[in-house]
């Protein structure tokens, strides 16, 4: 079992920036990708950003060109630069990490992210 500690939401003002970051709560040695998701109020959980274990990343429309995803392989840590921030970024935003061995895709508990007009 895997447990991702994430951290860096908070209320922020639009235009404002955050930095999410997330890490596992133990050494994994073997994984695919990482990312963010994200689910509002209302809504279902979409993708906001994905990394994979090549450096390979993807982004949503809404968020390219304000977003990065970032990972230190070394710390096994994942991040979320979130610039230019808008009231439609408010959400709470979740880790993902999926696992080839043994296999396993697991969910941090979602760090909330606000963004005030």
């Known amino acids: 079992q895997v447990q991702l500690v994430e951290s860096g939401g908070g209320l922020v003002q639009a235009g404002g920036s955050l930095r999410l970051s997330c890490a596992p709560s133990r050494r994994i040695f073997s994984i695919n990708a990482m990312g963010w998701y994200r689910q509002a109020p209302g809504k279902q959980r979409e993708l906001v950003a994905t990394?994979?274990?090549?450096?390979?990343?993807n982004y949503a429309d809404s968020v390219k060109g304000r977003f990065t995803i970032s990972r230190d392989i070394a710390k096994n840590t994942v991040y979320l630069q979130m610039n230019s921030l808008n009231p439609e970024d408010t959400a709470v935003y979740y880790c993902?990490?999926?696992?080839?061995?043994?296999?396993?895709?697991?969910w941090g508990q979602g760090t909330q992210v606000t963004v005030s007009s």
């Open positions: 993902n990490v999926d696992i080839s061995w043994p296999k396993g895709n697991y």
């Open positions: 990394i994979t274990s090549g450096g390979g990343t």
